[in-house]
């Protein structure tokens, strides 16, 4: 069969005159590489309205040729070949060279790639785009396609098989179609075509197809999705969709399952469902057996502004009840206390670098002035701070300074030392550099924001709320060993 193939091939060929014979194989029958209208144009020196109307006069030449019983062969080898490869078929040696050799019974190599050419011109013609061959007169599948037969945003698998297989597309090529040109993703017996759904759209597909409450990252790992735990907890939260079903899990509101806020607001509710007060064991009990929230959680947090605890039962806080900090100046890292200013003293990380807002001690809040449930602002020459304490957090916190950091050219590891007026909304900010050559006083005056340390131990006694025989203990305790390294370093008694 190879040999009548390949001779009845040259006969066609013989039968078309130059230049449309160099036409027709470089462009009409190339399916690898066809020519374009320009290149051709330049090489044979006509215009490319010329190499159109070649290209078509040989189309027609060969349409009459093809109508001789001895061609007959030629018809029927392109119509098994396109059976085998459907209306579109990948861009893959392999599958076409099996295609090939079903149809002819000789591999593409035997046959020479002019002659399997021919044969796809006739049995499309095929056309390369996106990696896919495509018949002429099919338009590859897409998307939208398959969003006709969303459900809830939602493909069955069979179903988009049966669709894509009734379209034309061979069986063996449907999954390659739907995840490498599509796109689609298959969780369970679902697809899900991200294409045309919008961020929460899509989330809530994922959600809807795996079928029960999911973690960040069970999701972000079945999904395959290129994102931060970070930013997927943020885009879940958003969607008005999805619900937090417990401190770790999503799901969809749809499922009618209680939706969890967070420890604090958790607390609330189970609270006020018995009328305002109840006991904090009991209260841990449920919330463990309803949420998954640890017990310890819920200890933890009946410390924070909005509760309170007294003999082992736990309510919510009036407005007339009296707030106990349980923490001094003396305990809190970093803070130094004047008469009108308060420092505060910390090392940057990675968190400050990228954005995020961070905890700072309850002592220094209440040194600010600052209450539960509030927050209040300081103008600095490098941008604004911001303090609020949410009578849900655990502890005070401070706005993002990232683009104080960046202006500053801090980087990780760096002192930074914030000065706050008491009597006014305004802050200065003074990086932290000591040199070797820097005295313990002028050390200590950089690190704490106290000037004129005559006798320094009185002065840094008085600014942590601490016994001066207790200072350099407290200074280590809290965790301001560098503080307590120079404050060593002078005369104590100076």
């Known amino acids: 069969m190879a040999e009548k193939l390949v001779t009845l091939f040259k006969q066609i060929l013989d039968q078309i005159p130059e230049p449309r014979k160099t036409i027709f194989l470089e462009r009409t029958i190339n399916y690898k590489n066809p020519s374009t209208l320009q290149k051709l144009g330049n090489k044979l020196e006509y215009s490319r309205e010329g190499i159109r109307l070649f290209e078509n006069e040989t189309k027609l030449e060969i349409s009459q040729l093809l109508k001789n019983d001895k061609y007959a062969i030629f018809k029927k080898t392109a119509q098994t070949l396109s059976n085998e490869l459907g209306n579109w078929f990948p861009d893959n040696p392999k599958v076409l060279n099996d295609a090939v050799l079903a149809a002819t019974g000789h591999t593409i190599e035997t046959l020479s790639e002019p002659l399997v050419g021919f044969l796809l011109y006739l049995a499309g013609p095929y056309k390369l785009k996106d990696s896919w ?11 939208k396609d398959l969003h ?6 939602l493909v069955v698998y069979q179903d988009a098989y ?55 990252m069970e999701l972000a790992q079945m999904a395959q999705l290129p994102t931060t735990a970070k930013s ?14 417990s401190k770790d899990h999503w799901g969809l509101k749809e499922w009618g399952i209680d939706e969890y806020k967070g420890i604090a607001d ?12 109840m006991s904090l064991k009991e209260l841990a009990q449920k919330l463990y057996e309803k949420f998954g929230i640890k017990p310890s959680s819920v200890y933890s947090y009946s410390g924070i502004p909005r509760f309170i605890v007294s003999n082992g039962i736990i309510s919510l806080r009036k ?16 803070v130094f206390k004047t008469s009108n200013k308060v420092n505060y003293l910390f090392t940057i990380d990675k968190n400050h670098l990228r954005g995020s807002g961070f905890a700072i001690p309850k002592a220094l809040a209440i040194a600010l002035k600052l209450e539960p449930n509030s927050k209040k602002s300081w103008q600095t020459k490098l941008g604004e701070i ?32 914030i000065e706050f007026e008491l009597n006014k909304p305004v802050a200065f900010i003074h990086p932290v550099k000591l040199t070797s050559k820097a005295s313990p006083t002028d050390a200590l005056t950089e690190l704490t924001g106290l000037n004129n340390l005559r006798k320094p131990l009185e ?4 600014a942590i709320d601490s016994e001066p025989e207790l200072c350099l203990a407290a200074l280590t305790s809290r965790g301001d060993k560098l503080v307590a390294k120079y404050l060593k370093g002078v005369r104590l008694d100076a």
Not at 182 to 195: F, M
Not at 232 to 245: F, M, Q, T, V
Not at 387 to 402: E, F, N, R, V
């Open 148 to 153: 006709k037969l969303a459900k809830n945003d």
């Open 319 to 334: 407005q007339k009840d009296v707030l106990e900090v349980k923490q001094s100046i003396t305990e809190a890292k970093g």
């Open 459 to 462: 002065a840094i006694s008085q």
């Open 386 to 417: 911001r303090i609020y304490w949410s009578d849900a957090g655990l502890h005070p916190s401070a706005g993002s300074i990232k683009k104080i950091a960046e202006k500053l050219g801090l980087k990780e590891g760096d002192l930074i030392r």
């Open 162 to 216: 049966k669709h894509l297989t009734k379209m034309g597309l061979k069986p063996a090529f449907v999954d390659q179609m739907l995840f490498k040109r599509l796109k689609c993703l298959r969780i369970n017996d679902y697809i899900i075509v991200k294409s045309g759904l919008v961020g929460h759209q899509y989330l809530s597909a994922l959600v809807r197809a795996i079928g029960k409450p999911v973690t960040v």
């Open 133 to 143: 061959y495509a018949k002429v007169k099919h338009e590859l599948p897409t998307a």
């Open 232 to 245: 997927l907890l943020n885009a879940l939260s958003k969607s008005p969709e999805i619900i937090r079903l």
């Open 266 to 277: 958790a607390m609330t509710e189970e609270i006020l469902k018995n009328k305002g007060v």
